[in-house]
């Protein structure tokens, strides 16, 4: 798993001394930092977006930043070839400008908090958040037991859990579904 620091991503590409995210080009100066960097990962490999050294994040460069590099790449680019990208570090300073972008985009993501806890977080229905939630407590599951645990229909939970992995929420291997781990 590769941590990329977005606050020492921001004092580079921006070359700025301070630690906020304001403005648009400061935001699109960093994603592009950031995606240049998670461009050299393997397709499998896991990046931790590590906010703990941003201070403010407004809603322009919460799109910038979070939504555009969740978001499909647009029709007739190349495909994105990185794996799936966890975030840390963000606070509920910076949660009120992401999750905006990510309800306004479709989109949601999975945020690691400094305590060891880890959230859902955006644009998710209740039968997502529910089973996203068995899967994370059960540190992984098979479909069978999480229809089990949840008292639903398998092939609804394994619907819900496919839904869940092609939005890179969580990580498949074999015939289970795991929570995303982040790199402290």
Not at 40 to 67: H, R
Not at 92 to 99: G, K, N, S
Not at 122 to 148: C, F, H, I, K, P
């Amino acid at each position: 798993m590769t941590r990329i620091d977005v606050g020492t991503v921001l004092r580079h590409s921006a070359k700025l001394p301070y630690s906020n995210l304001v403005t648009r080009s400061t935001g699109a100066a960093v994603r592009r930092c950031i995606e240049q960097e998670l461009a050299l990962l393997p397709a499998d490999e896991t990046a931790t977006l590590d906010f703990s050294q941003i201070g403010m994040m407004d809603f322009s460069c919460a799109d910038e930043v979070v939504a555009k590099l969740l978001q499909d790449p647009p029709h007739g680019t190349p495909a994105r070839t990185w794996g799936i990208v966890t975030f840390h570090g963000i606070t509920d300073h910076h949660l009120e400008a992401i999750e905006d972008v990510l309800h306004h985009h479709g989109l949601a993501m999975v945020v690691h908090f400094a305590d060891g806890g880890a959230r859902l977080v955006g644009a998710v229905n209740d039968d997502e958040r529910a089973l996203w939630d068995l899967v994370y407590a059960m540190g992984g599951t098979s479909v069978q037991a999480l229809a089990e645990r949840a008292g639903r229909d398998h092939a609804e939970v394994q619907r819900i859990l496919e839904l869940l992995h092609e939005r890179r929420l969580v990580r498949q291997a074999g015939h289970g579904y795991h929570p995303l781990r982040t790199v402290q």
